[in-house]
């Protein structure tokens, strides 16, 4: 029997590290949701601070560069088009607010982030797990393959 997909909001920055670092601590986030293993969500808020975070000019990305990388990642994203309802727990930094309020609307197995205000909220939000890769990394290896 085929495991299920874990449904996983993942931030920013988790999703810009495993898109451009092809060999970098995270690039085996890509492999798995390429494999099926992990289903990142997406809503229009964080897909839109996604794109902005591409287009830094640090990253010295053209657009065609930019759109290759999503071609990596859009086509394995479900899409959340309903209403983001605002969660009773606030996020410290206000911008991180909507991948939180994400991750319990749309009722995601795991919120992957190595934001401090984000994991803060580690023990005050379950059923929701808020992981950082690494542990994200070591749960999702129990859950898909246990002992």
Known sequence: MKPTPIRAVLDTNVLVSALLFEHGRLSWLRSSWQSSQVIPLLAQPTALELLRVLAYPKFKLQPQERDQL??????????????????????RDGHDQVFLDLALTAQADALVSGDGDLLALKEQVPPLKILTPAEFQGWMRAVVSPA
């Open 70 to 91: 999503l071609e990596e990642l859009l086509p394995w994203c479900e899409t959340w088009r309903a209403p983001i309802t605002s969660s009773n727990h606030t996020v």
